[in-house]
C-alpha cells in the first residue's frame, strides 16, 4: 500500500535552516508528483511547492521563493524539502503530499499525505 | 493569491444534511474543474474526499458529493454522522501565479 513517511519533528532557531524528508513506499516515486504542503498551529493550509520526481523539476510558492529547495533521492524513494533563514512564523507542521493521478493524467489533487512533520522555530 | 473563502463553520444533527461552501475567482474556483475538498481531524493528515469538483475517490462515502457552479463550489455531506466531525478545506488549482494551489480558509463541521 502507498505510504508517505517523514522525518521527525525538528526545533530550529531563527535564522536557521530545516531540511525534512518523505519516503514514500508501495509506488514508483518517479511517477507521480510530489507536493509539500505546510500547516501553522490553529491555522489552515498552505501549498509550498512541488518537484517532478523523474527529472527533478521544482515549482515554488512566490512567497517563499528563495528559501525554500525540493530535491529527490531516486535510489531510496525520497524527497526533500530544505527551508532556510526560518523566521518564528515558518512554525508549522509540513506535509508532503501525492499528487493523483501520475506524471501522465495529474488529477491536481492529493491522495495520499505523510504523517507530517512539526517544526518549531524559537530563540 | 487570497485564501477560498469557507463559512468558520457550520453544524447539523445527525442523519441531517450539510453544504459548506467555498467562494473564489476566476482565476481558481470558477476558472477551472479542479476543486478537491479535504477532511481532517485533529492531529491527522488531510484526506481526500473530492476530486475535480464532484468525483470521488474509491473508499469515501457516497454521502459526500460536491458541485460548483460560477465561482463557488460546494461540499454537502449527507446523512451526517459523528466520524464527520472534522475540518474541511476546499482547494482549488490556479495558474495565475504561483502558488499553483490555493487551499480554503476551513470550515469546522460539528455534529450536534
Known amino acids: 500500500q502507498v505510504q508517505l513517511v517523514q522525518s521527525g519533528a525538528e526545533v530550529k532557531k531563527p535564522g536557521a535552516s530545516v531540511k525534512v524528508s518523505c519516503k514514500a513506499s508501495?509506488?514508483?516515486?518517479?511517477?507521480?508528483?510530489m507536493h509539500w504542503v505546510r500547516q501553522a498551529p490553529g491555522q489552515g493550509l498552505e501549498w509550498m511547492g512541488a518537484?517532478?520526481?523523474?527529472?527533478?523539476?521544482?515549482i515554488y510558492a512566490q512567497n517563499l521563493q528563495g528559501r525554500v529547495s525540493m530535491a529527490r533521492d531516486t535510489s531510496t524513494s525520497t524527497v526533500y524539502m530544505e527551508l532556510s533563514s526560518l523566521r518564528s512564523e515558518d512554525t508549522a507542521v509540513y506535509y508532503c503530499?501525492?499528487?493523483?493521478?501520475?506524471?501522465?493524467?495529474?488529477?491536481?489533487?492529493?491522495?495520499?499525505w505523510g504523517q507530517g512533520t512539526l517544526v518549531t522555530v524559537s530563540s | 493569491q487570497s485564501a477560498l473563502t469557507q463559512p468558520a463553520s457550520v453544524s447539523g444533527s445527525p442523519g441531517q444534511s450539510i453544504t459548506i461552501s467555498c467562494t473564489g475567482t476566476s482565476s481558481d474556483v470558477g476558472g477551472y474543474n479542479y476543486v478537491s475538498w479535504y477532511q481532517q481531524h485533529p492531529g491527522k493528515a488531510p484526506k481526500l474526499m473530492i476530486y475535480?469538483?464532484?468525483n470521488r475517490p474509491s473508499g469515501v462515502s457516497n454521502r459526500f458529493s460536491g458541485s460548483k457552479s460560477g465561482n463557488t463550489a460546494s461540499l454537502t455531506i449527507s446523512g451526517l454522522q459523528a466520524e464527520d466531525e472534522a475540518d474541511y478545506y476546499c482547494?482549488?488549482?490556479?495558474?495565475?501565479?504561483?502558488?499553483?494551489?490555493?487551499f480554503g480558509t476551513g470550515t469546522k463541521v460539528t455534529v450536534l
Open positions: 518537484i517532478i520526481p523523474s527529472g527533478g523539476g521544482t
Open positions: 482547494s482549488s488549482y490556479t495558474i495565475s501565479s504561483t502558488p499553483l494551489y490555493v
Open positions: 475535480d469538483v464532484s
Open positions: 508501495g509506488y514508483t516515486l518517479t511517477s507521480y508528483y
Open positions: 503530499a501525492r499528487e493523483q493521478g501520475g506524471v501522465a493524467a495529474p488529477k491536481k489533487s492529493f491522495d495520499y
